[in-house]
């Protein structure tokens, strides 16, 4: 079935067909554009389930149609989500939507919009088979995939479930939510994060998930205890725990190094994750050494090695390397958004 990108408010004259022209039409709109035709509603005070005026990109006073707004919409999002839209048939929309049939839409009826042209994505063989989906930009699942992640950048538990609304109900095999990750503050561990995620998940607010992901990239020193008491709460709450960093070790920690032997003798932690790369559009595995973490200390490792990969078909590559290292790797996360 086509991953529903968004959600059209059916207008009077509208047919399948119809509204699949509109959504030609908006081909190369900027969140500027819907912003301007939006001026009442500023870009802080978007409700979930109002719908907003989305213009005709050439013609800015001609509005094509509404959308209804979405949990953690913003005006970028939408704008990035209509253009991977753009071009969508008549036959897709109708084929997400079983319970209206072409001949019975109804002026106000909201009705879902999938995206253009997926395909359906297969991952390579392996007994792990991990995806990172980006909530700001959710891509078509690998129907085969064992372990899906949502992506957010955020540490903290409230922001990323509200930045997850969007990709959960898409997520195939173990769903996942990810806390932490990124460069800027917002996916910065402290110990009191790392209390706000404590008390989240003994109040179930993660309960839609199996697992939980810990992308530990910057932080606070001194955090090897609180990280193992977090993970002793998620598995007693019954989560799976997968713990991903840089290369070999978190890059904005400063003793990292403590942290990772405390990672990688951890019970509480299923899988370990390193990423073998920096930008995420690398075409070869980066296998860099971080804070002076060797990579032969991963074969102390308590915890299930599958390393994040740029691309599935680095996994060949991955397998060969770690073997040399006397580590068995048991599969990979893929970074790329297909």
Known sequence: MSQNALKYTVQFGDTYYVISQKLGQCQGITYQQIQASNLSISPESLSPDNPINIPDPQSPNNILFKYTVQQGDTYFNIATVLNQCAGVSSQSI?????NIPPDNLQIGDVINIPLKNQQTQQLLPAPNMGF????????????????????SGYADPDSALENSTQVIEHLTGKKFISLGGGETSTGYFTQSTLNSINSAINSNKFKEY???????ECGDSGLASGFQQSFAVAKEK???????????????????????KSFLSDPNIDFLSPQLYTQGNETQNDYSIIEGVQWSQYAQSKAVIIPSLVSCCMYTDAQKYFTNKNINIQGYIQWKNS
Do not use: K, Q, R
């Open 132 to 151: 990172w989906d980006w909530t700001w930009n959710p891509c078509s699942p690998p129907t085969n995939a064992t372990i899906g992640i949502a992506f």
């Open 210 to 216: 199996d697992g939980i992901a810990y992308d530990v």
């Open 94 to 98: 109708e084929e997400s939507n079983p």
């Open 238 to 260: 019954g989560f799976i725990v997968l713990v991903t960093i840089s290369h070999s070790a978190p890059y904005g920690i400063s003793d990292a190094s403590d942290l990772m």
